[in-house]
Nanobody, 124 residues
Framework: QVQLVESGGGLVQAGDSLRLSCEAS????????VGWFRQAAGKAREFVAS????????SYADSVKGRFTVSRDNGETTVSLQMNNLKAEDTAVYYC?????????????????WGQGTQVTVSS
């Protein structure tokens, strides 16, 4: 089990950028597939982006493709989500999740460890 902590959320205007970070407490994220999900008020949690445990494969929701980029830092302690050209519809609580040696799934169920989330609010 790995404890995850998200950071980097905030209030921005449409068109601005934010960089979210997902850090594993006390260990690296080497060998963990990491997914980013978000949940807007009154809506179901939805897939945003993911990276395979090797980092060789990434996947994005159509709604964020071309605007968001998921990456691992060189030390494998953090997985980041760079969000550019933010839109009001990106407003949500963003969660990162990890799955040891798992596939970079677009579904939440394979992920065994979740962070508490960070709020992103985009004003139009």
């Amino acid at each position: 089990q790995v404890q995850l902590v998200e950071s980097g959320g905030g209030l921005v205007q449409a068109g601005d950028s934010l960089r979210l970070s997902c850090e594993a407490s006390g260990r690296t994220l080497t060998s963990y597939a990491v997914g980013w999900f978000r949940q807007a008020a009154g809506k179901a949690r939805e897939f945003v982006a993911s990276t395979s445990w090797s980092g060789a494969h990434t996947s994005y929701a159509d709604s964020v493709k071309g605007r968001f980029t998921v990456s691992r830092d060189n030390g494998e302690t953090t997985v980041s989500l760079q969000m550019n050209n933010l839109k009001a519809e990106d407003t949500a609580v963003y969660y990162c999740a990890a799955d040891l040696m798992g596939p970079d799934s677009r579904q939440p169920t394979p992920y065994t460890d979740w962070g508490q989330g960070t709020q992103v609010t985009v004003s139009s």
